[in-house]
């Protein structure tokens, strides 16, 4: 099994950058596709980007496509989510989830505890 945990959320002015990591322990994140969900309280958790592992294929939302990048380091046990041009819209807690893959959360067994993204206007 392997365990999830998410770093490099902050508060952020529109227009601006953030960084987000999801560092994997227990088992390798090589061996799982990995994905970045988002939420707001009281909405329900909204898909982001995915990972896929052996062909490192990339999909994204269409809300953040082309301003979002997720990618992973060459040892693969980080996977990271570049976000440039930060909108308001953006702020919710970010989630790192390995398993299946695709668009939908319950394609994840593994979730991270979440990281806080808030930009400000």
């Known amino acids: 099994q392997v365990q999830l945990v998410e770093s490099g959320g902050g508060l952020v002015e529109a227009g601006g950058s953030l960084r987000l990591s999801c560092t994997a322990s227990g088992r390798a994140l090589s061996e799982y596709n990995v994905a970045w969900f988002r939420q707001v309280p009281g909405k329900e958790r909204e898909f982001v980007a995915v990972l896929y592992r052996h062909i490192a294929d990339t999909y994204y939302a269409e809300s953040v496509k082309g301003r979002f990048t997720i990618s992973r380091d060459s040892a693969r046990t980080t996977v990271y989510l570049q976000m440039n041009n930060l909108k308001p819209e953006d702020t919710a807690i970010y989630s790192c989830?390995?398993?299946?893959?695709?668009?939908?959360?319950?394609?994840?067994?593994?979730w991270g505890q979440g990281t806080q993204v808030t930009v400000s206007s």
């Open positions: 989830a390995a398993d299946s893959g695709g668009e939908s959360p319950r394609n994840y067994r593994y």
